[in-house]
Structures are given as structure tokens and as C-alpha cells.
């Protein structure tokens, strides 16, 4: 089988996808279910219709185009991944794994490749957490990670339901109907930039990816007393951005504390009231990002930080409540598709090494559902989630001849 890629056209929809954006290139910023969104999806749509896929939309605005086999009747093989992207970031990230899943199963089409098994290419809703706080939206709904209640309880910053805001972007139905069978897929492989400099550093062009760290995030409430900023003297202010920023530091401090490289934490997100220079914070929310390869060190890290905020709050005299969003068990490649992509790497003669995931994708909800794995491809400086995002064309074109080939022999009957 010799499989060629079509790089210019790939590069071309590449680029045509990074223009849905509500920031300026080469920022790209596409947020579920806003208009660029919507025109996003549009576009793919026809896209993905152009070669014959069968379309399917479910209640959350999960894509499924389906190529069918000869057997159609089996389980079928699945790929994809989001194009969904947080506020200024760039233009690879899930997108090498639609866009690219796309060329693979071109590449395969225009060889004259029959599969038995129906392929299928699939777009997640929402894999970031940017609109409702939560990631791997779509995906967590299809494995039934989340129930269907959350189309009530998920708001957006406007207050909105995901019930509203899916139903005004046109996805209708019950989420209860979106949860697949155990036996849907025999196989779901998710092709991803590395959003780290492994590869690159080591001149190496694929990552066969064997687990993905355990994500888990919460938000901090922190209750102080607000105040004029020059009436009110210092002693006994009980700013609550203080704490806030002791809390911040006590994050990093626990994270780093296990010595351990998987270990990572963020505070991405602070909110200050009333946020003026004149006013003593009063209120303040973080929210904070935890995860670590070993689900117990993670659990660990989290005690020790809750411990930090009583800590604070009592020594400050400010009230800290903590709201978990998620805290999920890592996920574990099936065995069957490292060696289906290992054997595929092997065939194309590039350089492959086994890797761990820091990241999340969907393919970490997928692998409740399904067997599943996840293939890295270099990205410059390791750099993600920035407007410098960038992959190179040819290394882009060996992670989607690979995953062609790794389709192509999944999708036989057995
Ligand atoms: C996905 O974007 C992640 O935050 O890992
Ligand atoms: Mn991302
Ligand atoms: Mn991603």
C-alpha cells in the first residue's frame, strides 16, 4: 500500500479554517456555539459531504461522517477530534485531527482502498472548556461520562443553559439520545499535535501515545470585605484578592512539591469584584487546573492545596470555598492499536517513540466507550493554546499517513 497525501489542499483547508475566528490571524479564537462556530461547521459540513460521507448531527452538535464499508454492519473504526479554539490560540490544535482525519481517509479513497469496516470521522463539540467551564463537553456526553442534567445546571458567563445556547445554535433533541453503545466503535485513534517539545527536541516524528494524565479542575470562592481604598487603613483589611494570591502561589507550591514532571497546576481564570482600582476586592473566583499522569499523586496535590486555602482563610480571615468541576481517572491506550500504529510508522520508515499525554483530548472519554489511542506529531518549540502555534506541513503529512494506514488496517473484519 503506498499512500500519498494531498499537502497542499490540506494546508490550504488548514488556513481556510483558521479564518472562522473572532480574533485577528494568526490568533485564532472559535468558541462552541458562537457564529464562527456555526460557520466552522458549515463549512466542514461541506466539506466532509464532498467525499461521500454520510452525516450524522446528535443534540450537542457532535459531527459524525460516516464512510461506509462493506460490512457495515460492524463496529465501526473512528477518528477526529475538536476545532472548537480558546480565546488567542492557534490553529492546529484539534484541527490536525479533523482536518487531517479527512486527508487520511482521502488518501485512502483515492488509492481505491474498500474497507470492511465503516470508517468514521468525527467532530467533537466543545473538547475546550472555554464556554462551559468543562472539557471534552461532546465526548464526556457520548461515553456517558456526563449525564444529561447538565443541559440545565451548565451555564455559560451570560448565565445561559447549554440547553439554551445548543438550541439557538440549531442543535435540538435530548441529550439523554447522545450516549453511544459500548460496542459502536471497534477502535477510535486521534491524530494531535504534541502541545509539547518531546518530539521535536528529539528529532523524532510520531508519538504513539499510552495514557493520557487524569484531569481534574475546581473553582475557588474567596470571600473578603470590600472597602474605599484610601478611607480604609490596612490593618485588618481582609482583601480578598491577598488570599486569592496566596493561593495561587500555594497551587504552584504543592504542584512542585511532588518533584514529579507530570505533576502540573494553573490558575487560568481570576475574577475580581468589584475590579476597580479604588475598591478593596471583596470577592474573587479562580479557577484552577490540576493533573497529573498518577490519579493518586493528583488527589494528593489537591488535599495539600485544600489544606493551603483553610489555612489562609482562617489566618486572613476571609471565607474559601472550593466547587469541584471535574476529577477524572487518566486513560490507557488499547494495546491493539499501539501495535496497529506502531506497524504503520514502521512501514512509512519514520521515527516513532511511546509517549505520555499531559494534555487532554477527547480520545480520554472515547476510551470508555471504546479502545482507543492517540498519535503525536511534532509542534514547534512545543508551543499550544498561543496564536505561534505551528506544525509543519510535512510533519503534519507523516501523522496523517500514519493514521491512514492505521485506519486502513483496523478497519479490517477482525
Ligand atoms: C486541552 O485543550 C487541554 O487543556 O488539555
Ligand atoms: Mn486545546
Ligand atoms: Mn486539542
Known amino acids: 500500500m503506498h499512500i500519498e497525501i494531498d ?23 472559535r ?11 458549515g463549512w466542514l459540513q461541506e466539506l466532509f459531504g464532498k467525499y461521500g460521507l454520510t452525516l450524522r448531527v446528535d443534540a450537542v452538535g457532535n459531527t459524525f461522517a460516516r464512510w461506509s464499508g462493506s460490512r457495515p454492519e460492524l463496529p465501526a473504526v473512528a477518528t477526529g477530534s475538536h476545532v472548537d479554539a480558546i480565546p488567542y490560540s492557534g490553529r492546529y490544535d484539534g484541527v490536525v485531527g479533523v482536518l487531517g482525519g479527512l ?22 463539540t466543545a473538547e475546550e472548556p472555554t464556554r462551559f467551564g468543562i472539557g471534552c463537553l461532546g465526548s464526556r456526553l457520548l461515553s456517558g461520562t456526563l449525564a444529561a442534567s447538565v443541559d440545565k445546571t451548565l451555564r455559560d458567563d451570560q448565565g445561559d443553559t447549554l440547553q439554551v445556547v445548543r438550541q439557538r445554535a440549531g442543535f435540538t433533541g435530548p441529550l439523554e439520545s447522545l450516549r453511544l453503545p459500548a460496542d459502536t ?27 493520557i494524565a487524569a484531569p481534574a479542575s475546581f473553582r475557588l470562592f474567596i470571600e473578603g470585605e470590600g ?38 497546576a494553573t490558575v487560568g481564570i481570576c475574577q475580581v469584584h468589584p475590579g476597580a482600582i479604588n475598591s478593596i476586592p471583596s ?61 504503520a510508522c514502521e512501514a512509512e520508515n519514520v521515527s516513532h517513540r511511546r ?60
Do not use: W
Request: charged share 30%; with cysteine.
Open 103 to 124: 486527508e487520511a481517509i482521502r488518501a485512502l479513497q483515492r488509492i481505491g482502498f474498500k474497507p470492511e469496516r465503516s470508517i468514521e470521522l468525527i467532530l467533537f
Open 283 to 343: 470577592r474573587v473566583e479562580l479557577a484552577v487546573d490540576l493533573r497529573d499522569t498518577d490519579e493518586k499523586r493528583r488527589d494528593g496535590v489537591l488535599a495539600q492545596i485544600k489544606s493551603a486555602c483553610a489555612e489562609i482563610a482562617e489566618r486572613r480571615k476571609v471565607e474559601v470555598k472550593l466547587e469541584m468541576i471535574n476529577a477524572d481517572a487518566p486513560a490507557l491506550s488499547a494495546p491493539q492499536i499501539l501495535e496497529a500504529l506502531t506497524a
Open 7 to 29: 499537502q497542499d489542499r490540506l494546508n490550504e483547508e488548514i488556513e481556510a479554517l483558521a479564518a472562522f475566528s473572532d480574533a485577528e490571524a494568526p490568533a485564532v479564537t
Open 185 to 211: 466503535y471497534s477502535a477510535f485513534v486521534e491524530l494531535h499535535i504534541e502541545q509539547g517539545p518531546i518530539l521535536e527536541r528529539e528529532k523524532i516524528a510520531i508519538g504513539i501515545v499510552t495514557n
Open 355 to 414: 509517549m505520555v499525554s499531559r494534555a487532554y483530548h477527547d480520545s480520554s472519554f472515547m476510551a470508555r466507550i471504546a479502545p482507543v489511542a492517540l498519535v503525536f506529531i511534532p509542534c514547534r518549540d512545543g508551543v499550544s493554546h498561543r496564536p505561534d502555534e505551528y506544525a509543519a506541513p510535512e510533519d503534519i503529512g507523516r501523522g496523517v499517513k500514519v493514521l491512514a494506514r492505521t485506519l486502513a488496517a483496523l478497519s479490517k473484519a477482525n
Open 31 to 41: 468558541v462552541v456555539f458562537s457564529e464562527r462556530d456555526a460557520e466552522a461547521r
Open 227 to 264: 472597602g474605599h481604598a484610601g478611607g480604609r487603613l490596612m490593618p485588618g483589611r481582609r482583601d480578598a484578592l491577598c488570599a486569592a494570591s496566596e493561593i495561587v502561589l500555594a497551587v504552584e507550591r504543592n504542584a512542585l512539591a511532588t518533584g514529579a514532571i507530570d505533576t502540573v
